[in-house]
Structures are given as C-alpha cells and as structure tokens.
C-alpha cells in the first residue's frame, strides 16, 4: 500500500485490492532477467518486495 500511495496519493480507495504492483513486479522481473542473473526484486513476506543491488 505504500507504493500505491507514493505514486498515486489519496487517488486510490483505501480498501482497493488489486494485484497490479505485482504484476508490474513479474513484468519487471521477466524483462531484467534476460539481461543479467541478478534477481533486481526481493519479495518480502507480509511486507511487499526490495530493491536488490546484488550484493
């Protein structure tokens, strides 16, 4: 939900649920896959994902 409201604010209802970050996240993570081994995005339980520098 803090994504949502980083990019589209008070827009969004409050009991909105839809899957659209996740699937932007498999979109993302089915693009970037083709050009490195590194897995970009983290998924964290309960949490939502995390940037990853691959370290």
Do not use: A
């Not at 649920?17 to 699937?23: A, F, G, L, T």
């Not at 996240?25 to 896959?33: A, C, P, V, Y």
């Amino acid at each position: 939900m803090q994504l949502t409201e980083h990019i589209w604010g008070d827009i969004m209802e409050d009991d909105y649920e839809s899957n659209y970050i996740d699937v932007h996240i498999k979109n993302l993570r089915k693009k970037l896959s083709g050009h490195s081994d590194i897995s970009w995005f983290e998924t964290v339980r309960g949490i939502g994902y995390r940037y990853n520098l691959g370290n």
